[in-house]
């Protein structure tokens, strides 16, 4: 347990780092179509939690801090967090498409403005721009690496398009789901745990997104699969993608009665205590506290 006077503020300690970050990606995404330039632009606005590259930046730290004392980031580092917020970026600009889903970060989603072809387009376009950066590191481990997350992504994303017949397999399909889609880009599974509660348990305007949309979209998360243990109805809902009148609804009526969302709550707890546990490996640096920090505050977070 991290106890309260060893709490840091995870963004105080790369707040400068993460200002330069965006005015960095802006001058990478410079483009001759004004337009193009413009839809890729549009999420570096500073808004973002910037969460990745935060991540990324203390695990560098810390890293260096135990192999030469010294925390300062390298400019090889700082590049991949760069690259990690446009590879992010560009997944969720699809995903918008994907999910049909017209808010993001409390604005209007790059689709709702743009449409779905520049959408797709401006997120290839990204995704070119992060490739490019991405080769200029000139490093063969760091390459393979990144490209593996977009493989992850673009997997994840597909299995959650199917379903698990044997309802044994079906967390095991969650999680698989679930690293790959998010903790592959950001090694924080726990984060994507706490992500599929708040669908349930908080609103639109505190997420600055549509909440309530997993069961809409066919996904049967881990609040859900906990329920179907108290309730076994929910089986065939999970089935047939909650598309039958009234499954959405009922869903989460069931949800809402079950242990589910606790369930989900101490299962996220458990990955944040083995994270912590991992972290203790490094040695003792305020960017290692500062992680340590993080697992809990992605358990708490509201949005
Ligand atoms: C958000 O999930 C989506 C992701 C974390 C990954 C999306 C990946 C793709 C669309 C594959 C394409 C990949 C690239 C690199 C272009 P969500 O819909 O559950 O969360 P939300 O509530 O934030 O929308
Ligand atoms: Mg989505
Ligand atoms: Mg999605």
Redesign the pocket.
């Given at each position: 347990q991290v106890s309260v006077h060893q709490q840091v503020n995870p963004y105080k300690l790369v707040e400068t780092e993460l200002a330069n970050l965006y005015v960095e990606i802006k001058q990478e995404v410079i483009t001759s179509k004004h337009e193009l330039r413009e839809i890729a632009e549009y999420y570096f606005d500073g808004k973002g939690k910037g969460f990745r590259p935060m991540l990324v930046m203390l695990a560098s730290k810390a890293l260096n801090f135990h192999k030469t004392e010294e925390e300062k980031l390298l400019n090889s580092q700082r590049r991949v967090a760069m690259i990690a917020e446009m590879?992010h970026t560009?997944?969720?600009i699809?995903?918008?498409v994907?999910?049909e889903?017209y808010i993001r970060r409390g604005k209007s989603s790059v689709n709702n403005i743009w449409k779905e072809r520049k959408a797709i387009l401006a997120?290839n376009y990204l995704?070119s721009v992060a490739s490019m950066a991405l080769s200029r590191i000139g490093n063969k481990d760091v390459v393979k690496v990144l490209s593996q997350t977009?493989e992850d992504?673009?997997r994840?994303?597909f299995m959650q398009l199917g379903s698990k017949e044997d309802e044994n397999e079906r967390f095991k399909h969650y999680f698989t789901k679930t690293f790959k889609?998010?903790a592959s880009l950001m090694a924080n599974s726990c984060k994507a745990l706490v992500?599929d509660i708040l669908?349930f348990t908080s609103c639109d305007n505190v997420m600055g997104?549509p909440t309530a949309?997993?069961l809409s979209l066919g996904l049967a998360t881990a609040p859900v699969l906990f329920a179907s243990q108290e309730f076994p109805e929910l089986h065939s809902m999970i089935m047939r993608r909650f598309r039958q009148e009234g499954d959405v609804e009922r869903a989460r009526e069931l949800v809402a009665k079950s242990d589910g969302v606790s369930h989900t709550r101490l299962m996220a707890e458990q990955h944040c205590k083995e994270a912590v546990r991992l972290l203790q490996t490094l040695k003792s640096s305020e960017s290692r506290r500062a992680m340590e920090c993080i697992a809990y505050l992605v358990l708490n977070r509201q949005n």
């Open positions: 590879i560009a997944s969720l699809h995903d918008d994907i999910d889903s997120g995704l977009l992504l673009v994840g994303e889609k998010t992500d669908d997104k949309a997993d």
